[in-house]
C-alpha cells in the first residue's frame, strides 16, 4: 500500500483515533486504472472460472 501511495495511486488519510483508523482512496491517476482492471477481470471471469 505504501508503494501505492508513494506512486500516487492512492491516498491514505490516517485517523489519530482510539481504535486507529486509516482510509484509503483512488486518486485521478489511480482512478485511470479502473477500466483497465475491470477488463482484467473480465478475463479472468471468462477463462479461469473453470480452474477453481
Same mark, same amino acid.
Given at each position: 500500500?505504501?508503494? *501505492?501511495?508513494?506512486? /500516487?495511486?492512492? =491516498?491514505?488519510?490516517?485517523?489519530?483515533?482510539?481504535?486507529?483508523?486509516?482510509?484509503?482512496? *483512488?486518486?485521478?491517476? /489511480?482512478?485511470? =486504472?479502473?477500466?483497465?482492471?475491470?477488463?482484467?477481470?473480465?478475463?479472468?471471469?471468462?477463462?479461469?472460472?473453470?480452474?477453481?
Amino acid at each position: 500500500m505504501r508503494e *501505492l501511495e508513494r506512486d /500516487g495511486i492512492i =491516498l491514505r488519510t490516517a485517523y489519530a483515533e482510539s481504535p486507529p483508523r486509516v482510509e484509503y482512496k *483512488l486518486t485521478e491517476l /489511480g482512478l485511470t =486504472l479502473v477500466p483497465i482492471i475491470d477488463l482484467i477481470n473480465k478475463w479472468g471471469n471468462t477463462y479461469c472460472v473453470n480452474s477453481k
